[in-house]
């Protein structure tokens, strides 16, 4: 199995299972070695009191392309931590895409990027995940 193939079969792995993405509309766009692109629409329900939307619905694309792309090498990986910070408001019905680089990858640590941007691809967040394996793999056998 090459490795894209096994970054396709991680991701379809823990597709099946993610329920948050699936409430959210998210839908991965790509996934490769290292790196994942998840995208989603600003819908009613995320929009906050000031009109934009909620920071907690940015950070979860975010960490959800993240979450993809640290998945990609056949371990599971959780997030050891992460920050982000906010650039610019996303408006109701805005697409909203989280574009996931790992940057380091050493033992069971790693840490990546994740640039998320509106349609025209304008900066909305850049987040910052530090993550850690489990020690446990996602298939016994090849999948």
Do not use: K
């Not at 597709?15 to 070695?33: I, K, N, Q, S």
């Not at 975010?62 to 993809?68: E, G, M, N, P």
């Not at 691809?121 to 993550?131: C, K, M, N, P, V």
């Amino acid at each position: 199995m090459t490795p894209q193939e096994l970054a396709h079969a991680c991701a379809a792995a823990m597709w099946r299972e993610d329920r948050a993405r699936a409430a959210l509309g998210m839908h991965l766009e790509r996934v490769a070695p290292g790196e994942a692109t998840i995208c989603m629409q600003v819908g009613p329900a995320m929009v906050n009191g000031h009109g934009i939307c909620h920071g907690g619905y940015i950070f979860t694309l975010a960490d959800s392309a993240f979450a993809f792309a640290c998945n990609t090498y056949g371990e599971r990986v959780v997030a050891a931590g992460a920050s982000i910070s906010f650039l610019r408001p996303a408006t109701l019905g805005m697409r909203l895409c989280a574009t996931a680089s790992e940057r380091v990858r050493a033992g069971r640590n790693g840490i990546y990027d994740i640039r998320v941007e509106d349609e025209a691809g304008q900066a909305i967040a850049e987040f910052r995940g530090q993550s850690r394996s489990l020690g446990t793999r996602f298939f016994e056998e090849a999948p």
